[in-house]
């Protein structure tokens, strides 16, 4: 791991993998869609519209994960004081804060034929929306310092706490919903889910992973060249 | 030991000598669930259905609006650098500073909250179970809030980056500390709910003042 801590051979090898992690990202998704939307068929109970499980879970998915990673680089970040973890950390949190946000808006659109209301307090719903603000936060407490350094150490220690409260926020919203409303909900396709909706969603879950290491490659490289630039204008305002 | 005494002491002197600060927690606690009569009308079953809910809320708002004094005088003054500095560990330092906290706003709120029940119409099986539940739940709401109020040291417009940060952690506390004094309410058993609260705070207890130094040590360096 540490023999990547050296931001110019990241460099080199980032702009030799982000090509390739670019058309697997692409080829994933033109497939994992033809499948969902052509060859996947439609729910003998839910019509047509459970098709945005196709985009609905892969994204809900895809918040967790990034939490995930986020998590995992703060901490190499607070320990090892690794230099391109906290920047890995910074470049996750948006990704996984609009996912999120995505599996929210499909959810709530998916609701309203099935359910016939935008949104109910669902214990997988409520944790995402939980999941949301925590992302928020986050990226609030990042942007709060003048100095960039501080708000990284913060954010950090936030993403830890944060990743240690989820499980028990979780655990208690599932508590809470099943005192509040017993067995309202339908739940996705019962136990079993058929293999030809199984593969176009699994297809999908990659391409979205994909999509995540293809943008993190590139916000890793903005925020280097960014830092690079910000070293050069201050050489040039105190050398003059 | 001694030194986690006199850092106890020496918080509630300054919360003494500065007076109204905890009387100020207390006010806000009251006015806001008198807000809610107002909101949605004064029909005592209404009242009672809502008054667990309100009461917690409220006591949670109240809590949160109080954490910004934890370490933002020390850290303006400098004392927060030599407890830094101090033989004593950091965490121990946060664990006094928040029982101070805890003994200059949980507590007061603690004492006013059956004038609320009152006031709300809450059910008399209840009574006690809120006592309890807040007894147990808002030690952990000082110390889940003590990191929060540590990470917003120095940054601009702290008190409102507080809240959404410490708010969505919150959430268990609210959880359990309601659905106990409804269990109540319901003639259900309630010794699990307070036993998850228990839990809670014991969690909190032991975890999060390990964070809350980290946080210190980063904005003091």
Not at chain 1, 66 to 72: G, L, N, P, T
Not at chain 1, 168 to 182: E, R
Not at chain 2, 120 to 141: E, I, N, R, S, Y
Request: hydrophobic letters at 60%; charged letters at 10%; aromatic letters at 12%.
């Amino acid at each position: 791991m540490h023999r990547f801590a050296n931001p110019t051979r990241f460099l080199r090898i980032a702009a030799v993998v982000q090509p390739w992690v670019a058309w697997i990202t692409v080829t994933l998704f033109a497939v994992g869609l033809y499948m969902a939307f052509f060859t996947a068929p439609a729910d003998y109970q839910q019509g047509e519209s459970v098709r945005i499980m196709y985009v609905h879970v892969p994204a809900a998915w895809m918040g967790m994960f990034c939490y995930a990673a986020m998590a995992v680089a703060s901490a190499v970040a607070l320990v090892w004081k690794h230099p391109l973890a906290d920047v890995a950390a910074k470049a996750s949190a948006p990704t996984g804060a609009a996912f999120t946000f995505l599996a929210l808006a499909t959810g709530s659109l998916w609701g309203k034929p099935m359910w016939g209301t935008w949104w109910v307090w669902d214990a997988r719903l409520t944790s995402m929306l939980i999941l949301f603000f925590l992302y928020i936060g986050y990226m609030a407490l990042q942007g709060a310092f003048d100095d960039r350094a501080r708000g990284a150490k913060a954010s950090a220690v936030l993403a830890l706490v944060g990743a240690v409260n989820l499980p028990i926020i979780k655990f208690s919203v599932d508590w809470w919903n099943t005192l509040h409303q017993p067995s309202s909900v339908i739940k996705m396709g019962g136990p079993s889910i058929h293999p030809s909706m199984l593969w176009p969603l699994l297809i999908l879950a990659v391409a979205f992973k994909g999509y995540y290491v293809w943008v993190l490659l590139v916000r890793i490289r903005q925020e280097l060249t960014a830092n690079k630039v910000r070293i050069l204008q201050l050489r040039q305002v105190h050398g003059g | 030991m001694g030194a986690f005494f006199n850092m106890v002491r020496r918080d509630l002197n300054l919360a003494f000598r500065q007076g109204m600060d905890s009387l100020m927690v207390v006010a806000f606690f009251v006015i806001a669930v008198v807000l809610f009569p107002f909101g949605v009308g004064p029909e005592p079953n209404t009242l009672a259905r809502i008054a667990a809910g309100t009461i917690w809320v409220a006591a949670l708002l109240a809590s949160m609006l109080s954490l910004e004094r934890l370490f933002q005088t020390d850290y303006e003054d400098g004392s927060l650098e030599l407890m830094a500095l101090a033989p004593i560990p950091l965490e121990v330092t946060v664990l006094a500073k928040v029982t101070a906290h805890w003994l200059t706003t949980g507590l007061p709120l603690l004492v006013t909250a059956p004038l609320l029940a009152v006031l709300m119409q809450l059910p008399d099986d209840g009574f006690w179970v809120l006592m309890a539940a807040l007894a147990l739940g808002t030690p952990t709401l000082s110390f889940i809030g003590a990191v929060g109020a540590a990470l917003v040291l120095g940054s601009r417009r702290g008190g409102v980056l507080l809240s959404l940060l410490v708010l969505p952690l919150y959430i268990p506390v609210l959880i359990f500390g309601v659905s106990a004094v409804e269990a109540a309410i319901g003639d259900l058993t309630v010794r699990p709910h307070l036993l998850i609260l228990a839990g809670l705070m014991v969690g909190a207890v032991a975890l999060t003042p390990w964070a809350s130094a980290a946080a210190l040590r980063q904005a003091v360096e």
